[in-house]
């Protein structure tokens, strides 16, 4: 075995020469690619009833036990290839495995979609001999062509970030390295074994390689699409957010009714909670709420045909009800130092200590301001203040809570007076009551502030929300905060 790995994974799509890699992978002394091993059709080859004395059917039922088959198997290293489609229990298990090599093949996405049609028309998969070539052209779509590229970029997404976050570092190889003895080599050397390719396996010929204009029916229309293409995601809202653990301890179910509230911190819980309260006629100490995420999952199984829900709330609106309660108060559950950190340190100018007649309104829009300008810099990763999860982006938090359980039902503020009886009603009650706005506890009202200079700055740190939620300018009431 080698000692730095115990077998290997090939990460690749069709038509991205992976025959070609597996044919001088096994090339190299001690080194075995057993084919498409996990292919939910076949397993490694084509007709194949077993591998490694595993059969098709003892796959499927447990795709560790082909694993272990693979590693034992006489030889100093093996593995298998691997695309999309191919079984998710394999890939998860050999990505965050450090003893598996991850091999990882690229191509040009337009030559492998032009090639993976062109197969598909001529169903000729695998070329050896030049004379039984099969040509085609084939029409480009697309739309077809978007998707196909939306699925390559998620799939090599979820692979380099799982490397990221486990400490990995993977083998990246492209199409047009297969014919490059040097990198084939130093493939080998990444791997540990010691034996080296003398020249490039030529078993395999490539089918199609003219360029991909001349292989399709349509180039003139191709090429008005592919400068559509936005290759480079130009339109992509970078997050350098951190991520949030779902707030399990601060969900609230209610007595009776099978309703669980997901809050999203801020300030939209308390008449929300009140409403679950008045829903079943108790006391709101008497909600189900602080409870654990075992606790929570128990309550979950116990409840059948329950309903889980959230608010969204205008980022502009939840950031002053953030600003007012966690960083100009001084009250009870402020985080004083922070509080400190921020008048002093990133000059948010708030009094030290808050009292009637040294905080006039045209202080309260500065502080304000420099409160959004701050979370901007702060979502953004370019502050040593921690991000709050009573500021963090509403489309993280959500991303978070679904890590546990996702809601079943996403409102927004300006729904959940008539939403949440509607809700009731679909969960059996006949007459349920209204949620009663309850009164902003802050020094001045938003409504008191509000300008398009505001807006414009929640827009800037609350980029992501903006677009996920389609939020767009809105003019706070009186009552909001």
Not at 111 to 120: E, V
Not at 249 to 259: C, F, G, K, Q
Not at 277 to 296: F, P, R, T, W
Not at 317 to 322: K, L
Request: with cysteine; hydrophobic share 40%; net charge negative.
């Amino acid at each position: 075995m080698s000692q730095r790995f115990d077998y290997f994974i090939i990460l690749a799509a069709m038509r991205t020469g992976s025959n070609l890699l597996e044919f001088n992978l096994n090339a190299l002394d001690g080194v075995t690619c057993h084919g498409e091993a996990f292919n939910p059709h076949f397993i490694g080859r084509l007709k194949s009833e077993n591998l490694l004395g595993v059969t098709l059917e003892d796959r499927d039922a447990d795709p560790m036990k082909l694993v272990r088959a693979i590693k034992d198997a006489p030889g100093k290293l093996n593995g298998f290839r691997f695309f999309q489609g191919h079984d998710p229990r394999v890939l998860e298990s050999a990505l965050t495995d450090p003893r598996c090599a991850k091999i990882i093949l690229t191509r040009n996405p337009l030559d492998s979609y032009i090639s993976l049609k062109i197969a598909r028309e001529t169903k000729q998969w695998q070329l050896k001999n030049i004379k039984r070539r099969r040509e085609a052209k084939v029409e480009f779509d697309a739309q077809e062509f978007q998707a196909y590229l939306n699925q390559q970029q998620a799939f090599q997404a979820q692979t380099l970030n799982t490397l990221q976050r486990t400490g990995q570092s993977g083998f990246y190889i492209t199409y047009d390295d297969l014919t490059d003895l040097d990198v084939l080599n130093g493939l080998a050397d990444w791997l540990g074994v010691s034996a080296r390719l003398s020249a490039i396996d030529d078993t395999i010929k490539p089918q199609n390689p003219e360029p991909p204009l001349s292989k399709v029916t349509n180039p003139e229309e191709t090429e008005r699409a592919l400068i559509r293409i936005d290759s480079f995601n130009l339109f992509r809202t970078p997050n350098f957010e951190p991520r949030q653990a779902p707030d399990v301890s601060n969900y609230v179910a209610a007595i009776d009714t099978p309703l669980m509230y997901m809050p999203l911190r801020g300030g939209l819980a308390q008449p929300v909670i009140q409403w679950l309260a008045d829903l079943d006629a108790v006391d709101v100490d008497n909600l189900i709420s602080n409870q654990s995420q075992k606790e929570m999952q128990q309550w979950l199984l116990a409840n059948r045909g329950h309903r889980k829900f959230t608010v969204l709330q205008h980022p502009l609106a939840r950031a002053h009800f953030t600003f007012c309660s966690s960083v100009l108060s001084t009250g009870p559950g402020t985080d004083l130092q922070r509080r400190n950190q921020l008048r002093n340190r990133f000059k948010i100018p708030i009094p030290g200590q808050l009292r009637d007649g040294n905080y006039p309104v045209d202080q309260h829009y500065d502080a304000f301001a420099a409160f959004l300008a701050f979370l901007r810099h702060n979502l953004a990763g370019q502050t040593p203040v921690p991000v709050d999860a009573m500021w963090c982006s509403q489309s993280q938090a959500l991303a978070g809570m679904a890590s546990f359980a996702s809601p079943d039902l996403i409102l927004r503020e300006d729904e959940i007076a008539t939403a949440l009886p509607d809700l009731a009603r679909r969960m059996g009650h006949e007459n349920p009551p209204e949620p009663n706005p309850v009164a902003a506890d802050v020094p001045f009202l938003l409504a008191d502030i509000y300008d398009d200079k505001l807006e414009a700055l929640a827009t800037e740190a609350y980029q992501r929300d903006y677009m996920q939620f389609g939020f767009e300018n809105w003019k706070p009431t009186t009552r909001a905060a």
